[in-house]
Every structure is written in structure tokens, then in C-alpha cells.
């Protein structure tokens, strides 16, 4: 008797473990020895997603039912799944929490619903996705914080929505500059076709970068409309707002630094571009034929990206920042790099600073003079203290002051881009 309870326990739980939500389908895959389980759902009378979805579904489809939203935590009892598809709803509505304990969902896909919003911080519950589909809804705009939550997708579909402009951070997500990528870069393949496009300089960028040998970035279709039928004015417009995009100009303050051990130095780059290029810093190689080989620290890992000391951009299109070295000894000595981004292109300045020993330290400044002032023109560009040595003891204020402040008048002429439009204008 007791037995026969048991085992009607026993088949009961087993029945919840594998039962099948009603009006939906459910199939046991083989993949290998693994067995997989399916479940399908679209059926009409689908009205919201189901609960009692079996807890092993690794692919879970919800197609073609008058669903409209999508709530909190409505998936948290399929932390296998690995495909989820709510392909041709009417989804209006994505809680950003929708999606937590999704954590081996591999391929995510929404195409044909009628969202006007995608709440993409909730991506940060699915760490392993690779492939998301928002083919076919009403996305209005993409937030620029979507970049911080793209790192890992490989497959992204945005077509047939209602993009007009595209952030800056992602172009600089999917073409990353060459020293800033972790490892390889994961090739990419983006659907921007069938938008409203700006023809701005962003959109102009992402299709000649797609288009370079080696691009890293496959575009579905490489086609991207704007969003006006040009008619000859409008074309002119265009051309205007594609003229406003200029490659960045880079101008250290020095190009050739030598300090003597022990002291402090700071090295500023200003530069130039449209729009405003972002600044960095980064050590190319370290003098390692120097006398003093016991003193070099070889474990360093170059290139390296140093952060900035201060960074302003004081106003749009022109930037600057300094790095700033105290106490130097031997491993600073060597190849800096300051590297200008922006969209129309990069521009990098090289700054080489030598460490002279010798010296001790109150007096140091009188021999190192006489080095430097041997050959000033060669070490120091006259009309501009970009390299400021032998700061004795650096505070922020103190640096503050002794900055100059990049005046317009200083600044070069911005330069024209008459061949990267040439370059543009061909698509
Ligand atoms: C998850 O499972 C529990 C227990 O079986 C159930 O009560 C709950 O409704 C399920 N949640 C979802 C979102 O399916
Ligand atoms: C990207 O993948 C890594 C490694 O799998 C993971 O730790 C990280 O959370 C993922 N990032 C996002 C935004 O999903």
C-alpha cells in the first residue's frame, strides 16, 4: 500500500517534471548522446507565456501568438535553454528583467514584433549570448549604453526598423583601435539594412570601415539607405553634414623628452577632429640598449595603455590630455604614443623620452640643463611647454597651472578631409 503511494508520488512528479504546457508541442532532439528537448508553442489562443515550460528545454519557440509582453523573470525556471525564439508575436513590451537565470542561452531572437524599445541592460543576465534577432519591430533609437552590452554578440539583426542615428560607442565597440582589443577580435556580422538612416558621419564611417580588407565587421546587407530620397538639395545637405566629419590631428607638446632620474615629467598631447576625438596613451617599447640593463624591468608588457593624468575637452572637436611619469627611472624610458580617434580615422604622435642617470638629486637640474639647452631645438619645441620636467613635487594645482591651456590660436588649422569625402563619396 505504502509502496503503491510512493509510487504514485514518484510518477506524479515525474509527469511535472516532463509534462507539456497546454496548446503548445513538445519533442525530445538528439544531439550526440545528449538528448535535447523542444518545445513549441503557436497556437492562437496563446494569450501570455506559458509556465509550465519543462525545466530541461534547451530550445523553447513562441511563434505567431498574440502575445504582447513579456514580464519579469519569464523564463527563470529554463536555465538550460539555449535557444529562445519569440519570432512574429506582438510583443509591444520587454520587462528588462525578463531574462534572468537565462545563463546558457546562446541565440535570442525577437524578428517581427512590434517593439519601439529593447531593454539591453537585460543582456547582461544572458552572459553567453551570441546571436540576437530584432529584424522587423519599431526601434526608434539605440542608446548609446548598448555598446557596454554588445561586447559578446557576434550576430546582431537590427533591420527593418526605425534607426536613424548610430552611436559613436558602438562603431568604436566593432572596430576597436588596434591596441585596445583584448586577444582576437571576434568577427561580427551586423543587419543595419532597411532603416532610416542619418547619412551622417557615423553611418558614412561604418560602411567604408565594413568595407576594408580585413574588416573584422560583416554586413548582412552593405546597402544602407538614408532616410531621404536626395533630391538635389538634400543631396548637398547631406555633403554638408558629411564635410563637418574630419580626421583628428594630433600635436604633442614635444616630440623628444629627456629628464634625469628621479624627476617628473609630464607629457600632454592636444588634438583636433570632428567629431571630438577620444585620446589615449599608450607605451610602444622601452629603451632596452641602455647602460643601466640591472635597473630595466623586462617583465613589462608592451604595448601598454597608460591612463591619462587629465583629460578635458574644452570644446567640441578638440581635446587634450597628459600623462604624467614621477619619479622616473630607467623603464620609463622609451616610446610613448599618443593615439587621436575619431570616426573619420586615427591619428597617433610619438613621443620618445630619455632617462639620463648620473645625477643625484637635489642637484640634478644644472647637469641636465646643459644637456637638454645643448640641443633645445631638437628636444623642445619652442613656443609650447608640452613636456614640463623636473616638477619637484607634483600636485594638481601645481600641474594645473602650468599647463597651458590649448588657445585656438595655437591650434593648427583643422585640416580638410578632401580625400576621405573623395574616399566616402564613392558608395
Ligand atoms: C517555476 O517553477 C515553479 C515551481 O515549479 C513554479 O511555481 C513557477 O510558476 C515557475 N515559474 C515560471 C516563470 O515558469
Ligand atoms: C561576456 O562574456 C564573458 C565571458 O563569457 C562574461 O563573463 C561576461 O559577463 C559577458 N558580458 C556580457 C555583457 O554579457
Known sequence: MHLLVLFHILQSLLLAAHSCPSLCSCHDGKSGIAELRLVQCSDPGITAVPISVPADTVKLRLEKTPISKVSRAAFYNLSELRFLWLTYNSITLIHPSSFVNLKALRELRLDGNLLTSFPWEGLRDMPRLQTLGLHNNRLSSLPAHAALFL?????????????????????????????????????????????????????????????????????MDQLLMCSKSLSQSELLQTQAELSRCMRPSVQPAATRVISPMGSNVILRCDATGYPTPTLTWIKTSTYTNCCQQDNLDNSEQLPRILESFMQESPRVGVRWSIISLNGLSYKDAGEYRCQARNMAGISEALIKLKVMGITKLPHLPKKSRKISSKSPSKYRKPYQMSAITNVPSVKDNQILSSITPFSSNQAKKPQSLVTFLEHVRKY
Open 151 to 219: 561586447p559578446n554578440i557576434t550576430y546582431l539583426d537590427l533591420s527593418s526598423n526605425r534607426l536613424t542615428i548610430l552611436p559613436a560607442e558602438l562603431l568604436d565597440l566593432w572596430f576597436p583601435l588596434p591596441g585596445q582589443s583584448e586577444g582576437q577580435v571576434e568577427r561580427r556580422i551586423l543587419g543595419l539594412h532597411d532603416n532610416p538612416w542619418l547619412c551622417d558621419c557615423q553611418i558614412s564611417m561604418l560602411m567604408s570601415l565594413s568595407m576594408t580588407l580585413g574588416s573584422t565587421v560583416v554586413l
